[in-house]
């Protein structure tokens, strides 16, 4: 009952109540950044031999396949994926009204004595980060734990950078950044806008 | 979601649904090297049994020690209760030692309801009389669902004390509604007759049962009934409501086999039979502790100011 069967229903960033204010990525610059940071990851960790990829659920996941196939065409090597829900360690559980819903957490393989590149669509806060290392040592010792966003918008409140960027977006506070990609939402983008509040 | 889990017929078809889900990412957690996560870092779960359940406490206090929660066992041996506390002011004691859940396990049908009126904490039904066991329903439905697709016309039948057991209810209104089909299956004496009142159907012929099945749930037969007359002698009840290796030949190749635990084997349940493959009987217990994880998460994982 649990199936996996594509397209997949959005999770996580609901589509409904969002106002579109402007398109800041369309699907050839997103395969292009894409595509710019597998050549960072080789570069930096010369090759791909101890390089292994973990997306943060959900969207993250679909970006580290997407590097992942990518590194296969530049260096032919497949790069182990796994997927991170990081749901559990959040900083913010009892402070809503319903308990944040959970996904898929997918890591088959060891990566003790890895570098381990995250991979998530937007870096705001850096709170997802804080609970994705958190998650990631109760899995195993990496040599290095690595960030790769698609995304990085600013108004960091944990001291975290990313060592990979797709693109570095300006955005007041308030508004909300969605990546949307095919493989869930049926189209490449990243659009800016502005969450609609919901009627009491 | 709900505040207290008293009986499984408050949830709904998509609170079972979410519930399941959630179980499933816990179960994964069960297989990490580190098989915690510090979802419930803070808060403080209180197991108190009226009754002896050894495996239903452990289940619930792994579940909670899993999530990062303080658990406190409190069994009425030995405790307050054996000098006489009632009820009511053992809840209030452990209100007011800040107690953010109470799972209780009571001898008496109702009492996790009526604790229910007392306290602030949530409070989850780890057995009461022979009301419900909800939490074991939810572990049953979920084993069920890792072997069978959907749950739409499933065929299960309960075998044994129908009457005095409350896994056989639980699990009747569960499986009623999810959609599947159930059947009770024992000696008139051990089947109620309001029975039929829960959407199930009732047989007296487990022969006649067994092919059309996809899921065989083998209910635990206490030898005091005996003595209580609901049948004659041990033996005669294995021969006619026992699993034997033969029976298990009569059920479809795709069938389940299932029991709560503890096994009587040679009882309910020829040994042999309670090691077959298709006797998910351990993955039952191990599924038992994400599913109340899963509880747990969903039901104090939330803001109650």
């Known amino acids: 009952m649990a199936s996996n069967d594509a397209p997949r229903e959005p999770r996580g960033v609901s589509v409904s109540g969002f106002a579109e204010r402007a398109r800041l990525l369309e699907a050839p610059e997103i395969r292009r950044s894409v595509t710019r940071i597998a050549h960072e990851i080789l570069e930096k960790n010369k090759g791909a031999a101890r390089v292994v990829l973990v997306g943060i659920a959900a969207r993250g996941d679909d970006l580290a396949r997407r590097l992942a196939s990518e590194i296969e065409q530049i260096e032919g090597v497949r790069v182990p994926v796994g997927v991170l829900d990081i749901t559990f360690y959040r900083d913010d559980i009892g402070m809503r009204a319903e308990a944040p819903e959970v996904h898929e957490t997918r890591i088959g393989f060891d990566f003790t004595d890895s570098t381990v590149v995250l991979v998530d669509d937007v870096l705001f806060t850096g709170r997802t980060i804080r609970a994705a290392m958190d998650a990631l040592v109760d899995f195993g010792r990496p040599e290095s734990i690595q960030l790769a966003v698609l995304v990085d918008r600013g108004h960091r409140e944990l001291p975290i950078r990313a060592d990979y960027v797709g693109k570095n977006v300006p955005t007041r506070r308030d508004e909300e950044v969605q990546v949307r990609l095919a493989e869930v939402d049926g189209e490449d983008a990243v659009v800016v806008g502005e969450k609609e509040r919901e009627p009491a | ?305």
């Open chain 2, 1 to 305: 979601m709900i505040k207290h889990l008293l009986s499984i017929t408050q949830l709904s078809r998509e609170d079972v649904g979410r519930i399941l889900d959630t179980a499933e990412s816990f179960r994964e957690v069960g297989t990490r090297v580190i098989k915690k996560v510090p979802a419930l870092r803070g808060r403080t779960v209180v197991n108190l049994f009226y009754e002896n359940s050894t495996r239903t406490r452990i289940s619930f206090e792994l579940a909670a020690k899993r999530l990062s929660a303080d658990v406190i066992n409190f069994s009425t041996s030995g405790s307050s209760v054996s000098k006489g506390e009632s009820l009511k002011d053992t809840a209030l004691t452990l209100q007011a030692m800040g107690a953010d859940a109470i799972v209780i396990r009571h001898s008496s049908s109702g009492a996790p309801y009526t604790l229910s009126h007392w306290v602030s904490a949530s409070v989850l039904n780890a057995g009461d009389g022979t009301h419900e066991h909800p939490t074991q329903a939810l572990l049953d439905l979920f084993t069920i669902r890792e072997h069978f697709p959907s749950f739409e016309g499933l065929r299960l039948a309960i075998v044994g004390d129908i009457r005095h057991s409350r896994v056989a209810r639980s699990l009747t209104f569960g499986m009623a509604k999810m959609g599947g089909e159930v059947t009770l299956v024992g000696p008139p004496t051990l089947i109620p007759p309001e029975a039929t009142a829960w959407g199930a159907g009732v047989s007296h012929d487990l022969d006649a049962v067994l092919p059309k099945l996809d899921v065989c749930y083998m209910l635990r037969v206490q030898r005091e009934r005996q003595r209580q007359q609901f049948f004659p002698s041990v033996r005669e009840y294995s021969r006619l409501w026992g699993l034997s290796r033969t029976r298990v030949d009569a059920l479809p190749d795709t069938a389940v086999i299932m029991h709560p635990g503890p096994m009587n084997r040679g009882v309910e349940i020829a040994s042999d039979v309670a090691d077959l493959p298709r006797a998910v009987i351990t993955d039952q217990v191990t599924n038992g502790i994400a599913v109340r994880m899963s509880l747990l998460y969903l039901m104090l994982g939330v803001d109650r100011a």
